[in-house]
């Protein structure tokens, strides 16, 4: 059993559906965190989550919206993206903040 | 903004050789974590370097954290097909908060 697993692996979305994304760590950590990482662009902090509040969010565009219902859950929800938004998306845990423990990521591409 | 700058982007080399990665900056980090990712998977942390000067051994990757706490790099001896992966770099700085190189694609080919 993986520490971090999300699901799905592979999405395809158009622009006008609605999916969200889903990640579930094992491994006991307070801390929560979803990533992107597009081609030839350092990975980009999207949100973190420290003991299910929302402690970090970058910028992020509405049309991404993160739940963390508790520590072992967090959720992407999608709603009308972009193709630009095409990119994978990893989720990650820690405790307190130190080393992350990513997930495989789920591969999105919008149409 | 914290920027960390890998180099070289993409390496290819045959099983045996040896390789240095880079990663700099003009940021001082309170430490400096470098993380291999293969492809389809998410990054694996390797190793988390602390103090200025400091060098650490994983089997035949050795990595050092520069004295000014701003670069780092990864040597790796004698380099296998099973180290081919993208390999990434992660300062620590206030807050605690991560800032990723821009990483280094390593292919080792038999």
């Known amino acids: 059993e993986t520490g971090v697993t999300q699901t799905p692996r592979h999405l395809v979305m158009g622009m006008t559906n609605k999916k969200s994304l889903k990640c579930e760590q094992h491994?006991?950590?307070?801390?929560m965190y979803w990533y992107k990482q597009s081609a030839k662009k350092p990975l980009e902090l999207m949100f973190v989550?420290?003991?299910?509040?929302?402690?970090e969010n970058n910028s992020v565009p509405s049309r991404f919206s993160p739940e963390c219902p508790n520590s072992s859950h967090l959720f992407l929800h999608l709603h009308t993206l972009q193709p630009e938004d095409s990119a994978l998306y990893l989720c990650?845990?820690?405790?307190?903040?130190?080393?992350?423990?990513f997930g495989s990521g789920t591969q999105l591409s919008v149409l | 903004t914290q920027l960390l700058e890998q180099s070289p982007q993409f390496l290819s080399i045959q099983e045996g050789e040896n390789l240095t990665v880079y990663c700099n900056s003009s940021s001082v980090f309170s430490s400096l974590q470098w993380y291999r990712q293969e492809p389809g998977e998410g990054p694996v942390l390797l190793v988390t370097?602390?103090?200025?000067?400091e060098v650490k051994k994983l089997k035949r990757l050795t990595f050092q954290f520069g004295d000014a706490r701003k670069d780092s790099s990864l040597h790796i001896t004698a380099a296998q097909p099973g180290d081919t992966g993208l390999y990434l770099c992660?300062?620590?700085?206030?807050?605690?908060?991560?800032?990723f190189g821009t990483g280094t694609r390593l292919q080792v080919t038999l």
């Open positions: 990650a845990s820690s405790q307190d903040r130190e080393k992350l423990f």
């Open positions: 992660a300062g620590a700085g206030t807050a605690s908060k991560l800032t």
């Open positions: 989550y420290s003991l299910e509040e929302r402690v």
């Open positions: 491994l006991g950590h307070n801390a």
């Open positions: 370097v602390v103090t200025g000067g």
